[in-house]
C-alpha cells in the first residue's frame, strides 16, 4: 500500500489529525474519529504497518503516536502544488490591493 493509498481513506486521515496533538490510546482516537473501537484498530493496524504511526505499551493501554516522517512522499509530491496555490493567493492579494 502506498502513503498515498493509507491517506486517501478519511477515517485515518482522522486517525492522524488527532495524533498531531501527542500520544493517544485506541479509546481516545476512536472518540476523536468517532469510530467504533474495531474500526479504530483495524485503520490503526494499517497506520501501523505503513510505517505511518507506532505503538507503545503503557502499562495496560498501549499509546499510538504519529511517525511524520512516513509522510515525506506525500509532501514531495505536494511542492509544485504548493507553489501554484501561493502564487495563486499572490495574485488575488495583488487584485484586492489595487481595488483598495
Given at each position: 500500500?502506498?502513503?498515498?493509498?493509507?491517506?486517501?481513506?478519511?477515517?485515518?486521515?482522522?486517525?492522524?489529525?488527532?495524533?498531531v496533538a501527542?500520544?493517544?490510546?485506541?479509546?481516545?482516537?476512536?472518540?476523536?474519529?468517532?469510530?467504533?473501537?474495531?474500526?479504530?484498530?483495524?485503520?490503526?493496524?494499517?497506520?501501523?504497518?505503513?510505517?505511518?504511526?507506532?505503538?507503545?505499551?503503557?502499562?495496560?493501554?498501549?499509546?499510538?503516536?504519529?511517525?511524520?516522517?512516513?509522510?515525506?512522499?506525500?509532501?514531495?509530491?505536494?511542492?509544485?502544488?504548493?507553489?501554484?496555490?501561493?502564487?495563486?493567493?499572490?495574485?488575488?492579494?495583488?487584485?484586492?490591493?489595487?481595488?483598495?
Amino acid at each position: 500500500m502506498t502513503p498515498f493509498d493509507v491517506v486517501a481513506e478519511p477515517a485515518r486521515r482522522d486517525l492522524l489529525d488527532a495524533l498531531v496533538a501527542g500520544p493517544k490510546a485506541v479509546g481516545e482516537l476512536a472518540a476523536a474519529a468517532g469510530l467504533s473501537q474495531p474500526n479504530t484498530s483495524r485503520h490503526l493496524r494499517i497506520l501501523r504497518e505503513a510505517g505511518f504511526v507506532a505503538c507503545e505499551p503503557a502499562g495496560q493501554r498501549r499509546l499510538y503516536h504519529l511517525r511524520p516522517e512516513q509522510l515525506a512522499e506525500v509532501d514531495r509530491w505536494l511542492t509544485p502544488y504548493r507553489e501554484l496555490w501561493r502564487s495563486g493567493l499572490d495574485a488575488l492579494e495583488r487584485r484586492l490591493n489595487e481595488r483598495t
